[in-house]
């Protein structure tokens, strides 16, 4: 039962990153988390169920620790580098939906 759900998925996940590349250039944190959840789904055993749910909870502690955790970082960093009386500029595309 794993390996048909190993397979299958895998063949999504090759499906979905050929459709990315094709529609801009794949970053190495893109590259990185797929062979991360490679790894994972290989190591992967139970019923599907199981294998769905362990897989929902990889992805949950994976966003927290390389996504928000990173985030929070940054955030402390830069929080330590502006004082009051600077003058902070940011930037934004915007992208009409229609």
């Given at each position: 039962m794993n390996e048909e759900i190993s397979r299958g998925l895998d063949s999504e996940i090759t499906r979905s990153l050929v459709?990315?590349?094709?529609c801009r250039p794949v970053?190495?944190?893109?590259?990185n988390v797929?062979?991360?959840?490679?790894?994972?789904l290989t190591k992967t055993k139970g019923t599907?169920?199981?294998?769905?749910?362990e897989l929902a909870e990889w992805i949950d502690i994976y966003v927290e620790?390389?996504?928000?955790?990173?985030?929070e970082a940054i955030s402390m960093?830069?929080?330590q580098k502006i004082?009051?009386?600077d003058?902070?500029?940011?930037?934004?595309?915007f992208v009409p939906l229609y």
């Amino acid at each position: 039962m794993n390996e048909e759900i190993s397979r299958g998925l895998d063949s999504e996940i090759t499906r979905s990153l050929v459709f990315l590349q094709k529609c801009r250039p794949v970053s190495v944190s893109m590259v990185n988390v797929v062979k991360h959840l490679r790894a994972h789904l290989t190591k992967t055993k139970g019923t599907e169920a199981q294998v769905k749910e362990e897989l929902a909870e990889w992805i949950d502690i994976y966003v927290e620790n390389q996504l928000e955790k990173a985030s929070e970082a940054i955030s402390m960093s830069v929080r330590q580098k502006i004082a009051d009386g600077d003058v902070i500029l940011t930037y934004s595309w915007f992208v009409p939906l229609y």
